[in-house]
């Protein structure tokens, strides 16, 4: 068990180095000035990319990102097509959270119908995860538990970006208080500290039990000396 213990909390040190190396990329990306949209396409990485954004948002064809809780309140992201007229591309834009305190009544929001310039970011969803299954729906707004830009596309038969974008904070957003991360490196950091902790006494226990041992068959078998 105890290299187990240790293994476990080196694996949780580097998570939270990485952790702080994807905040601070965040942090530059997102400082920086935002950028045509017709740059995403040329990028490796696009992840937190700042872009801007001129068109018009399609209002007929809106999606929500349903088990979505801001401080502790039930709501959806709300997602729209967006037709960027400098590019010509098809964007999905995550417009922010909005309560949905109601089930049995749908969620409030309006759309724009002029022509926005809006600065967004582009977000990379992490690989992995358990996604529940979504009901097969033609009905619009379409409620979601994960997107999938691709294959929303291929649905709407347009040739639209596969990435989502998320709005900066303005007239047309939303809450927009995206968590980068799930769970902070401090957090991972204080695990590392639990399983060190644990192998430290789990050590401290086996020599405790064996020093003990080691006593105990002393005195069931005293030395004697020779006459």
Request: aromatic fraction near 10%; charge should be neutral; proline fraction near 8%.
């Amino acid at each position: 068990m105890l290299p187990l213990l240790i293994a476990l909390g080196f694996w949780q040190l580097s998570r939270a180095e990485e952790k702080r190396h994807l905040l601070a990329a965040f942090e530059a990306r997102r400082e920086a000035a935002p950028q045509p949209v017709a740059v995403l396409p040329q990028m490796n990485d696009p992840a937190y990319v700042r872009v801007r954004l001129q068109g018009r948002f399609d209002a007929e064809h809106t999606l929500l990102l349903d088990n979505r809780t801001r401080n502790g309140k039930a709501g959806v992201e709300v997602l729209q097509p967006f037709h960027d007229q400098a590019s010509g591309l098809w964007l999905l834009v995550n417009r922010g959270w909005v309560a949905w305190p109601d089930r049995r009544i749908p969620p409030a929001f309006d759309t724009p119908q002029q022509t926005l310039q809006l600065d967004a970011w582009a977000y990379v969803a992490p690989p992995g995860g358990l996604h529940l299954a979504d009901s097969a729906s033609d009905a619009w707004p379409r409620l979601l538990t994960r997107i999938d830009p691709a294959a929303i596309w291929a649905q709407l038969g347009r040739s639209g970006l596969p990435l989502e974008l998320r709005l900066d904070a303005g007239a047309a957003s939303f809450d927009t208080g995206w968590p980068v991360v799930a769970m902070p490196a401090e957090r991972h950091t204080g695990y590392a500290v639990q399983w060190f902790a644990l192998a430290a006494a789990l050590l401290a226990l086996y020599l405790y039990l064996g020093i003990r041992r080691a006593r105990e068959n002393n005195n069931e078998h005293p030395q004697h000396d020779p006459e």
